[in-house]
């Protein structure tokens, strides 16, 4: 099948094309290079063998997307990731994450109406949870209120969404929650790029680990947790790249149970900050320098899934146990540095 990835250039895009590739579908990828670089389709090509079809533009354009989609009409099944993602930089400029993010949401839901384009997987977030009242957070969880507007625009993407398959019947889509994605793929080819100072966790250990940063900061020691640190769902990349795979075949061959489906992707283990940096000290024979520093603002304690909806409806079961998460993100951080030799 002819599968349109928007973001596939990025993080867990390139995981995802790669994924399918495998698994024989054509993909056709959009990216407007914001957070990535044309290297990483290069690299898609060296562990595949196989060139998806590359097209840079950005999805916020209507014109571009309406030509584009008039080009590419006969797409499949579209799996939605271009974005933006960091939580700080949405609060310091939400107008820019609601533009981005909610046009271009609407952009493709327009190209799917107008050209009879069927399935969309969405990419969403744990964070529309919140801080969930009960653990482990199930998918019929309430929405809470968003800590974010990047949050918020995951929120409102999924009400868009929800919206459109009761407007237009012919549009069926699935959301998938992610808890933390981390790690990369095995080849170390392609992994996390973050752009300046990482926010998040796995990129900041491993460049520290490396000597591009000094020291790493715990945020929050005081959290209700074994430890004190706050406790997360990490998650494998290529574990939950396969779970797009699997949600595009299940709406193709129609097994989907309603016409907006959702679905939480992680392992249903949860982590402590601690317990991820031992984990990497462990695996790579590095000591961190880290210290333990004030909570981060606009973090929740803890948060991990249930995954049995998922499990069941899907088949689908995350694999990677959290050291083989952290052995691949640093050997990813290795490769990184090799190149740059
Ligand atoms: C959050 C969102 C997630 C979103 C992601 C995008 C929640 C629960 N999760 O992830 O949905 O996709 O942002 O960026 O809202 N930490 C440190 N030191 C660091 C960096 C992080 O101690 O230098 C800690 C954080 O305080 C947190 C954990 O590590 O406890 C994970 O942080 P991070 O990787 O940034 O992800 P989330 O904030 O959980």
Not at 53 to 61: A, M, P, Q, S, W
Not at 276 to 291: A, D, P, T
Request: neutral net charge.
């Amino acid at each position: 099948m002819k599968i349109l990835v928007t973001g596939g250039a990025g993080y867990i895009g390139s995981h995802t094309v790669v994924e399918l590739q495998k698994q024989g579908h054509q993909v056709v990828i959009v990216d407007n290079l914001s957070n990535s670089s044309a290297d990483v389709i290069d690299n898609i090509v060296k562990i595949s063998g196989v060139a998806p079809v590359f097209e840079k533009f950005d999805l916020t354009d209507q014109a571009l997307t309406a030509d584009f989609f008039k080009r590419h009409s006969n797409i499949d099944g579209i799996i939605h990731f271009a974005a933006f993602k960091a939580v700080g930089e949405s609060v310091a400029n939400p107008l820019m994450y609601y533009r981005n993010n909610i046009q271009s949401l609407i952009n493709i839901l327009e190209g799917m109406k107008v050209n009879k384009i069927p399935y969309l997987v969405f990419s969403s977030s744990c964070t529309v949870y919140g801080q969930p009242d009960e653990l482990p957070v199930k998918e019929t969880s309430p929405i809470k209120e968003a800590f974010s507007p990047y949050g918020f625009t995951k929120q409102v993407s999924e009400a868009i969404i929800r919206d459109s398959v009761v407007a237009y019947p012919g549009i069926k889509a699935i959301a998938l929650r992610y808890f933390n994605p981390i790690g990369a793929h095995d080849s170390a080819l392609i992994g996390e790029l973050p752009l300046g100072v990482p926010n998040n966790l796995l990129p900041f250990i491993t460049q520290t680990a490396i000597g591009i940063r000094q020291e790493l900061n715990v945020f929050g020691s005081d959290y209700n947790t074994p430890d004190g640190t706050a406790v997360r769902d990490y998650i494998h990349v290529v574990d939950l790249a396969q779970a797009h795979v699997i949600a595009v075949d299940r709406m193709i061959s129609r097994k989907s149970k309603a016409p907006m489906e959702v679905f939480n992707l992680g392992t249903g283990n949860g982590l402590t900050v601690l317990e991820v940096i031992n984990s990497f000290e462990r695996v790579s024979g590095v000591k961190l320098n880290y210290r333990l520093v004030e909570r981060r603002p606009g973090d929740v304690e803890k948060v991990w899934a249930d995954t049995a909806y998922a499990n069941e409806e899907l088949g689908w079961k995350a694999k990677k146990a959290v050291d083989e998460m952290t052995l691949s993100a640093w050997k990813w951080e290795l490769a990184l540095a090799d190149r740059k030799k």
